[in-house]
C-alpha cells in the first residue's frame, strides 16, 4: 500500500452498498445486521463481568422522503427569522455584495448537508468519505416549508431586521420573499415569561384557557399541512426560555392527569407544554430547544402512547459543545481536569429575557450539567460524587446584540500533578450557530420516522422508540428513553447517528481497526 494514501470525499449523488444482508426494494431498502453489546455485571467477590452479547436486527427504511413542513415556535425570534432567511436564500440561490466582495449562501454547520462519514476503504488503500445524504436520501433543505406562530407580530423580513444578523444587501434581496410570511399568534402567559418580554407580546392567542389553546394550535398545524400539502410536520420550540413549571403529582405527572390539568386551567401547564401536547396529539414530533422542562413525565407519556418523537432539550450549539469536546480530550487522555471557568457574553433579546432570574434557572442547570458522563466514566481521576470546580458565568451586554462571546479557562491536572492550563475565546453568531441545527433536526427526524426494526423475538416490525435520543448531538440535556444512560460526548453522540446511518444500510459501525493494515 502507498505510504502517501488520500482520503477522498467523494461527490457523486448515491452509493449503495451489496451483500446478502441488504435488499433495495422499489420503496424500501432493507438490512439486517448483527449488533453487538457487552453487559456487565458485578459479581460476588466485587469484580466486574463483561458478556459480549449479539442481537440481530432487520431494519426497514422507506427511501422517498416526506413532503417536510418545519412549523417554528418563536419563528418571529433571532433563529426563527435566520432559518427561515438562510433556507430562502439558498433556495433562491441569493447572493451578496460585502466589503470584501460577493457572498454565496451555502449551509455548512449542518451535519445533513455537509457532515460525511467514512464509508470503506479501496483496494489501493484509500480511505473513501461520504456525504451522510448519499447513503439514505434525505429531504432537501430548498423543499422545506415553513411556517410557525410568535407572540410578536412582526413578519418575517421585520423580524429579519430587528435580529441584526445579515448584511444589509441579502437584507434587501431577501425582503420581498420574506414579508409575507407571518408568525400565527403565540400562546402567551405571563406567569412563564420574564416581564421584559411584554412590550412585544401584540400577537397573542385571544383565549386564555389552556383547553382552547391547545385547540387552536393543533387547527393551525392541520391548516398548514392542507394548506401547503405536506405529508409530515416537525415543530420546534425556538421561542424563549421559560421558567421551569413545578412537577405536581396529579397535574403533570401521567398522560391523562396532563390532559385534565389542561382542561381545568391548571396554573403550572406551561406554554410550551401546550404547544408539545398539541404537535403530539396531532402526530407531529416536538423538539424542545429550550431548557425548561417541557416534556414533563405526563408529556413523554403521552408521546410514548401516540407514537411520537420528542427531542429535548437545550439547543447544543456554541461554548457547550466546545466544553463537551475539550472535556472529553482531557479526561479521555487520562489528566483530570480540576476547574473550568467559563463566561458568555452577547446581547441578543433572548440573553436579555434571561436576565431575569428565573428564566435564569434551567438554563444554568443545562449548562452546568454537559460533562457529567465525561467526568463519571473515570474512575481512576475522581472519587465517586467528585466534580471538577464548574462555575458558568453570563452576561447580558446590549451592544453584543446577537454576537456572542465565550471566554473559558481549564486547569487540569496532567504528570506528576503538574498544571496544564487552557484558555479559549470564542465569538459567533449566536443565532449562525444554532440555525443548521434546526434544520438538521427536522431532516433526521423526518429519516427516522421511515424507519421501522425488528430483533428476533419481535413478529412485526416496529418504529423507533419515542424518545429519540439519536439526536442527542444536538442537545444540551439529551432526553433518553427508561434504561439509557445520557451521553453528552460529542464524538460519542455523532458516532451515534453515523454509525446509526450504517446500519439502516447494513454496515458495520466504525471500528477505525483498519485491520486488514494491521493484521495482513
Ligand atoms: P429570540 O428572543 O430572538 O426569539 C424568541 C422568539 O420567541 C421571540 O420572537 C418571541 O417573541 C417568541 N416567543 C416567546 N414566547 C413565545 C410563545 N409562548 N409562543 C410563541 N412565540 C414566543 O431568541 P433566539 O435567540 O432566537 O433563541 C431562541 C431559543 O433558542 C431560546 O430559548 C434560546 O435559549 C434557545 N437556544 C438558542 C441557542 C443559540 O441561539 N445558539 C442555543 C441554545 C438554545
Redesign the pocket.
Known amino acids: 500500500l502507498s505510504h502517501h494514501n488520500i482520503s477522498t470525499v467523494t461527490r457523486k449523488k448515491n452509493c449503495k452498498v451489496s451483500g446478502s444482508h441488504v435488499s433495495y426494494l422499489e420503496n424500501e431498502v432493507r438490512s439486517s445486521l448483527k449488533l453487538q453489546r457487552t453487559l456487565v455485571q458485578t459479581l460476588p467477590d466485587g469484580s466486574l463481568q463483561a458478556t459480549p452479547k449479539e442481537l440481530l436486527y432487520e431494519f426497514c427504511t422507506k427511501l422517498k422522503p416526506s413532503k417536510l413542513g418545519i412549523m417554528q415556535?418563536?419563528?418571529?425570534?433571532?433563529?426563527?427569522?435566520?432559518v427561515t432567511a438562510g433556507i430562502v436564500a439558498n433556495r433562491e440561490g441569493i447572493c451578496w455584495e460585502t466589503c470584501k466582495g460577493m457572498e454565496e449562501p451555502n449551509l455548512f454547520g449542518s451535519l445533513s448537508q455537509h457532515g460525511t462519514l467514512r464509508l470503506g476503504i479501496t483496494s489501493d488503500g484509500t480511505d473513501v468519505f461520504v456525504p451522510f445524504k448519499s447513503l439514505l436520501p434525505l429531504v432537501e433543505p430548498k423543499d422545506i416549508v415553513l411556517g410557525?406562530?410568535?407572540?410578536?407580530s412582526?413578519n418575517l423580513a421585520e423580524?429579519m431586521d430587528?435580529?441584526q444578523i445579515l448584511e444589509p444587501d441579502l437584507k434587501r434581496k431577501l425582503r420581498p420573499l420574506l414579508e409575507s410570511m407571518k408568525?400565527l399568534?403565540?400562546?402567551?402567559?405571563e406567569e412563564?415569561?420574564a416581564k421584559n418580554?411584554l412590550p412585544?407580546?401584540d400577537?397573542?392567542i385571544q383565549t386564555k384557557n389552556k383547553a382552547q389553546q391547545v385547540e387552536i394550535i393543533r387547527q393551525d398545524i392541520r391548516k398548514f399541512k392542507q394548506q401547503h400539502m405536506l405529508d409530515f410536520v416537525v415543530v420546534i420550540?425556538?421561542?424563549?426560555?421559560?421558567r421551569y413549571s413545578v412537577e405536581l403529582s396529579g397535574v403533570n405527572d401521567t398522560a391523562e392527569n396532563l390532559l385534565n390539568a389542561i382542561s381545568s386551567n391548571h396554573k403550572e401547564v406551561s406554554?410550551?407544554t401546550l404547544?408539545a401536547v398539541a404537535s403530539i396529539l396531532e402526530g407531529c414530533p416536538y423538539v424542545n430547544?429550550?431548557?425548561?422542562n417541557t416534556l414533563v413525565p405526563g408529556c413523554i407519556q403521552l408521546a410514548e402512547e401516540n407514537q411520537v418523537f420528542i427531542v429535548g432539550d437545550?439547543?447544543?450549539?456554541?461554548q457547550?459543545k466546545m466544553k463537551s469536546v475539550l472535556v472529553d480530550y482531557l479526561v479521555g487522555s487520562g489528566m483530570k481536569v480540576e476547574s473550568m471557568v467559563t463566561y458568555n457574553h452577547l446581547g441578543?433579546?433572548?440573553?436579555?429575557?434571561?436576565t431575569d432570574g428565573e428564566m435564569w434557572k434551567p438554563?444554568s442547570a443545562?449548562k452546568s450539567r454537559v460533562i457529567e458522563d465525561i467526568v463519571g466514566s473515570n474512575g481512576t481521576l475522581y472519587k465517586e460524587d467528585e466534580m471538577p470546580d464548574h462555575v458558568v458565568v453570563v452576561r447580558y451586554v446590549s451592544s453584543y446584540g446577537?454576537s456572542?462571546s465565550d471566554v473559558s479557562e481549564y486547569v487540569t491536572r496532567t504528570f506528576m500533578n503538574c498544571p496544564y492550563r487552557t484558555v479559549m475565546y470564542n465569538n459567533c453568531l449566536?443565532?449562525?450557530?444554532?440555525?443548521p441545527?434546526i434544520i438538521d433536526l427536522a431532516i433526521f427526524i423526518e429519516l427516522f420516522h421511515r424507519v421501522s426494526y425488528r430483533t428476533s423475538d419481535m413478529k412485526a416490525f416496529a418504529p423507533m422508540h419515542p424518545v429519540l435520543s439519536a439526536l442527542s448531538f444536538y442537545m444540551?440535556i439529551p432526553r433518553t428513553p427508561v434504561g439509557e444512560p445520557h451521553v453528552n460526548a460529542l464524538q460519542r453522540q455523532r458516532a451515534c447517528i453515523e454509525n446509526l446511518f450504517r446500519a439502516l444500510v447494513g454496515l458495520n459501525g466504525e471500528d477505525n481497526l483498519f485491520l486488514e493494515t494491521k493484521f495482513p
Open positions: 415556535v418563536g419563528w418571529g425570534g433571532n433563529n426563527g427569522s435566520t410557525g406562530w410568535d407572540i410578536s412582526y423580524a430587528r435580529a408568525p399568534p403565540g400562546i402567551f402567559d412563564f415569561i418580554q412585544r407580546a400577537n397573542v420550540w425556538t421561542a424563549n426560555s421559560e406554554p410550551s404547544y430547544g429550550s431548557p425548561q437545550d439547543f447544543k450549539s456554541g457547550t441578543n433579546n433572548d440573553m436579555f429575557q434571561l438554563k443545562a446577537d456572542k449566536d443565532s449562525a450557530l444554532c440555525a441545527l444540551k
